[in-house]
């Protein structure tokens, strides 16, 4: 499985984007898709996952009510919209999969996940 990602970029505090991640390669309608997001010297950490039918989203507390994960066209790539942008969201963004274990089936784990995107920036200025 291929993940590319991208739309970060440099936004003001309050603001909004919307990250892409374009899965391909055999069985990606079998895997669990997750955005992660790391800062210098911290682990990555969990932000978003969207289980493989698509029907259930989870979210990390820090982010939800402002993060909302969606899985739509081109079959398979998920976004990541994002509003209400706060300087503790600058990080880079990581796109990544799981093989998923059911429908409704997600981790907040990265050691669950075995593909992983090239990571896209995104800075939130105060």
């Known amino acids: 499985v291929q993940l590319q990602a991208s739309g970060g970029g440099l936004v003001q505090a309050g603001g909004s984007l919307r990250l892409s991640c374009a899965p391909s390669?055999?069985?990606?309608?079998?895997?669990?898709l997750a955005w992660f997001r790391q800062t210098p010297g911290k682990e990555r950490e969990f932000v978003a996952a969207?289980?493989?039918?698509?029907?259930?989203?989870y979210y990390a507390d820090s982010v939800k009510g402002r993060f909302a994960m969606s899985r739509g066209n081109p079959a398979n790539t998920v976004y990541l919209q994002m509003n209400s942008l706060k300087p503790e969201d600058t990080a880079v963004y990581y796109c990544?999969?799981?093989?998923?274990?059911?429908?409704?089936?997600?981790?907040?784990?990265?050691?669950?996940?075995?593909?992983w995107g090239q990571g896209t920036q995104v800075t939130v200025s105060s």
């Open positions: 390669g055999r069985r990606v309608s079998s895997y669990t």
């Open positions: 969207i289980s493989r039918s698509g029907g259930s989203t």
């Open positions: 990544a999969a799981g093989f998923s274990y059911g429908r409704t089936y997600y981790s907040s784990s990265k050691d669950e996940y075995d593909y």
